[in-house]
């Protein structure tokens, strides 16, 4: 007996953690030579995906089901039951779980779903083929399961497993060191949620339960001797006990590799001052914090749900930010109750203004068993009928507006979120009553012009910010040197590209002189330091140097900006930054 546990992810880089827990599970229980599982993509074409489960001839294949992948799942389940019909077909995960009878009647030839966390519902179900005659007999005493009787083909649903002992989980990355050395590494301590979010499936599970501190030291010991590039701790909330985040940090501080990433999702407000003392004192890039706002409402937020004491939010946002060694990473949701478009534009600066490394717009998806999709009828909700099933109107917000703070949502990602244009952005925002209508207009500028139809490269988003700013010079109060000179900073800041962009100032009245600086400095010996044995021309390709004004002032003193590209910012990618006194001619752009 072979049962195939089969994901598709979003992404290469991205690990399953429930294909992997399931199979670890039965491992330890002694039926891990019947389980085999199966990575693959939503990138990749189907065709090889199919290919590749043939192949592998399974006697049954279980499938991991999210609403990024159901439709490539739909696809593989029907084509496999054609060329394979005499195997079963199981269904596990969120979007299985809760539309169960929907989804398998929609999918005849699927035998049936795992409901809720499957470790041990998936443990017996292997036991149930061990019965032959008495199969049917034993799923239907087979907690946790939904499924097609093959006695008379009528659906039956089994009462709820108990909720499991975290510790009595296996570690699941025990491979060969190296085999997850490229992808990001999901990881639990926790299960269940102390919330009760209404647009959220993780309120459903009120069973907080903890991973023992000795087993989950010992599996943080594994993933910083192994150097993986990051893990990311699934609890909903990680810091609901204060006992476990204290100890985790603490020891993750302790045994800081140098390289492997951290990312929890947090409630800032909950956040003590020891946690964030801990928190200042790792290394710089150490840790990412997601951090939940949705909404500054407090009509929306009651409706909803969410507890949130947003000035304790703000206030440590503030605190983790000033040590700017944490990357920390603000979510909005758009659509939500009692949030029309005006308030959320209100909720938006809000969360700008506290300067996380990036803002996520997200927009409500309506989940089948959530309390916001038993409550659409009542807040006029509308949305798509296909996954992601994202809102496209509410009581609140028009599908015109929704469409709005899409296209806001697309130049937030370019201009903001990339970190890209961290000058520019901060000095155009002043030009505007606030944040919000600085990407509103530049969602205009784009519909207009047309950029959201194509896919522009880096240096024509830089040129299309340089259009929008001079098709209006009077208004951005700046000469066009300045502009020029602030979108040149930025551009340098994250590559030093081979090609000049046409709206960079002439450089060409002091490049000449740029070789007798870097040959000087390299014989001094002090601004390169790091660079002992290197050439002139070695430099160049690891460093850039820009004259640029003093506080991109007209009238301003010169001053030599040098880039280095080998000592990039942990939190942002962009080079490090040196500003040295101009040491040559004193001349000013002709032109302009």
């Not at 497993?161 to 990001?184: H, Q």
């Not at 659509?335 to 534009?345: A, I, Q, V």
């Not at 010079?473 to 590209?497: M, S, V």
């Amino acid at each position: 007996m072979k049962f195939l546990l089969t994901a598709v992810g979003s992404k290469f880089i991205h690990s399953n953690l429930a294909v992997r827990s399931l199979q670890a599970y039965a491992k330890k229980n002694g039926r891990g030579g019947q389980v085999e599982t199966a990575e693959y993509t939503i990138n990749q074409n189907t065709g090889d995906i199919l290919a590749d489960i043939y192949r592998r001839r399974p006697d049954a294949v279980g499938f991991s089901c999210y609403i990024w992948n159901i439709h490539t799942v739909r696809t593989l389940a029907a084509d496999l039951h054609r060329l394979l019909p005499d195997v079963d077909l199981w269904l596990g995960g969120p979007e299985a779980s809760y539309d169960g009878e929907g989804l398998l009647g929609a999918l005849p030839f699927v035998r049936g779903v795992m409901v809720g966390e499957g470790e041990e519902t998936f443990l017996r179900l292997l036991g149930c083929y061990d019965e032959g005659e008495r199969f049917a007999e034993r799923l239907a005493a087979t907690p946790g399961l939904l499924f097609r009787d093959p006695r008379d083909g009528e659906l039956r649903r089994t009462g709820k497993m108990p909720a499991l002992n975290l510790s009595d989980l296996p570690f699941v990355y025990e491979r060969e060191e190296g085999e997850e050395e490229n992808k990001i590494l999901y990881y639990e301590s926790s299960r269940g949620c102390p919330f009760s979010c209404s647009y959220c499936l993780s309120s459903l599970d009120k069973t907080l339960r903890f991973r023992d501190w000795e087993l989950v030291r010992r599996d943080l010991d594994t993933f910083l001797a192994r150097r993986v590039r990051q893990v990311k701790f699934v609890d909903r909330t990680f810091n609901a006990s204060h006992a476990h985040t204290k100890r985790i940090w603490s020891y993750l501080a302790s045994r800081d590799n140098g390289v492997t990433n951290f990312h929890f999702e947090v409630s800032a407000d909950l956040l003590d001052e020891e946690e964030l003392s801990i928190l200042g004192q790792m290394r710089p890039g150490f840790v990412q914090l997601e951090i939940g706002v949705q909404s500054v409402n407090p009509e929306t937020l009651k409706v909803i749900r969410r507890r949130t004491d947003l000035p304790k939010l703000a206030e440590n946002v503030k605190k983790i930010a000033a040590g700017r060694n944490v990357h920390i990473h603000l979510d909005l949701i758009a659509g939500l109750p009692w949030e029309d478009y005006p308030s959320f534009g209100r909720s938006f600066d809000w969360v700008y203004a506290l300067g996380p490394e990036q803002l996520q717009l997200g927009f409500l998806k309506v989940l089948a068993g959530s309390a916001m999709q038993r409550e659409a009828k009542e807040y006029g909700l509308i949305w798509g009928s296909e996954p992601p099933y994202e809102v496209l109107q509410t009581g609140w917000l028009s599908y015109e507006e929704i469409c709005r703070l899409k296209q806001i949502e697309k130049v937030l990602e370019i201009y903001y979120n990339s970190g890209q244009f961290p000058m520019a952005m901060e000095r155009l925002a002043g030009y505007f009553s606030s944040p919000f209508k600085l990407y509103e207009e530049l969602a205009d500028f784009y519909d207009r012009e047309g950029l959201f139809r194509r896919s522009l490269s880096r240096t024509q988003r830089f040129e299309a910010l340089w259009k929008f700013l001079s098709a209006q010079p009077e208004r951005f109060g700046l000469q066009k040197t300045a502009w020029r000179e602030i979108l040149t900073y930025d551009y340098y800041l994250r590559e030093n590209a081979k090609v000049r962009p046409a709206f960079a100032p002439d450089d060409s009245w002091y490049r000449r002189d740029m070789g007798d600086w870097y040959v000087k400095a390299l014989e001094e010996g002090k601004i390169f330091a790091d660079y002992t044995g290197c050439s002139y021309r070695q430099l160049l390709h690891t460093t850039h140097a820009e004259v640029i004004s003093e506080d991109f002032s007209q009238n301003g003193q010169k001053n030599l900006i040098l880039f280095d590209y080998n000592k990039r910012s942990a939190l942002t990618g962009n080079a490090s930054v040196r500003r040295f006194p101009f040491p040559y001619r004193d001349e000013t752009e002709k032109g302009e």
